[in-house]
């Protein structure tokens, strides 16, 4: 029997190397396996992170970009009202002027004004309409010999004065030119009152 022993314990010893050649094998598969499956979900990470990363710094960026579009839109709509404001201040001004020219009273007191400073003989051309009124206004307040007065050719609204001391210069005073010097002057300070609120 000794030799049914000895075939029974080879055959023992080689199941027994078999088996633990598999366990080894399985042991190294499933040490591999646990190896890639741990590299694959780093690089899901790292790549998730990068993916995180770059959507954060996108939304950051849209972000900026959304602020800086709003703050220009903002300025573009105060610079827009302001215009606006501007606009309609400056056409309700002129109407006022063009207004004021056709009354009598101021005429005679921007007339005066005018007279006053400009030196030497003057010629002065009115609107036709109101030369009579300006007539006797000035030989009335202003009291001076030096001033001719003649009616205006055409229909336009304003003073002309010629100086014999400024030959081929002539003053003209029109709605539009007082509009415009008045306006020039409160402009800045419009500008300034609209912008501050």
Do not use: H, W
């Amino acid at each position: 029997m000794n030799n049914k022993e000895n075939l029974e314990g080879i055959v023992s010893k080689i199941k027994n190397q078999g088996i633990n050649a598999g366990e080894q094998e399985k042991a190294k598969i499933i040490e591999a396996a646990k190896s890639q499956a741990e590299q694959i979900v780093s690089d899901a990470l790292k790549q998730a992170e990068d993916i995180v990363g770059k959507a954060e710094t996108r939304a950051a960026q849209i972000e900026k970009n959304t602020q800086s579009s709003m703050i220009q839109a903002s300025r573009d709509m105060v610079e827009a009202t302001r215009n606006a404001v501007l606009k309609y201040v400056k056409s309700v001004f002129a109407e006022e002027c063009e207004s004021l020219f056709t009354q009598n009273e101021y005429l005679e007191k921007l007339l005066e004004a005018v007279l006053q400073n400009i030196s030497g003989k003057k010629s002065v051309n009115v609107p036709s309409e109101s030369l009579k009124e300006m007539e006797a206004y000035i030989m009335k307040k202003v009291k001076s010999d030096d001033i001719e007065l003649k009616p205006l050719a055409g229909r336009e609204i304003k003073i002309v004065v010629q100086s014999s001391e400024n030959e081929g210069l002539d003053f003209v005073l029109s709605p539009k030119a007082v509009e415009e010097g008045l306006f020039s002057l409160l402009n800045k300070d419009l500008v300034d009152r609209i912008t501050k609120n």
